[in-house]
């Protein structure tokens, strides 16, 4: 399969918007337009917006940011450093959902935030009733951590993959 990531542009955004728009990706994201108005914006540093190809075609959408202290502390999450990664992704193309895309798109993100020595992890937060994003981020080497309540949305999974040791020598 090929996979790429690519950075989101201006033209990508009527895409984006169709995806936001569709029941089964709108009842995660919630507004499509307070979506689209915050990816209009620049990103914040340390900040990423991408657009997954596969096979040369726009199919989804992924995100990656360091939280705020204000956020992990709104969300109970006090113990989680602002050198974290959150990632969140959407497969809006209905044709390229269940194909492991989300996986792939999540992975290459984290082994790229883990990289860098000052994260000590990647994290994702996923409401329970999100099958496709668990099994997404599970395939992707995340295990769950805890459930927190994710204001105002209520009680999520907190997602976790820290960084893999090398063999010991």
Excluded: Y
Excluded at 63 to 86: K, N
Excluded at 108 to 119: G, M, N, W
Excluded at 132 to 154: H, M, N, T, Y
């Amino acid at each position: 399969m090929d996979l790429r990531l690519r950075d989101l542009a201006p033209d990508d955004l009527p895409l984006v918007g169709q995806w936001l728009r569709a029941g089964p990706v709108r009842r995660s994201w919630g507004d499509p337009e307070a979506n689209l108005r915050l990816l209009r914006q620049p990103p914040a540093a340390g900040s990423g917006r991408a657009v997954i190809e596969a096979e040369g075609r726009a199919v989804g959408l992924v995100l990656w940011q360091h939280p705020t202290r204000a956020e992990l502390d709104l969300a109970g999450l006090t113990d989680i450093p602002t050198s974290v990664v959150d990632i969140d992704v959407l497969i809006g193309e209905p044709a390229a959902q269940g194909r492991g895309l989300g996986a792939a798109a999540i992975g290459l993100v984290a082994e790229r935030a883990l990289a860098d020595p000052a994260v000590p992890c990647v994290m994702a937060c996923v409401a329970p009733d999100n099958l496709a994003s668990l099994r997404a981020f599970a395939k992707a080497g995340f295990g769950q951590d805890r459930v927190f309540d994710d204001v105002p949305q209520g009680p999520h999974l907190l997602l976790v993959r820290r960084r893999q040791e090398g063999p010991a020598a």
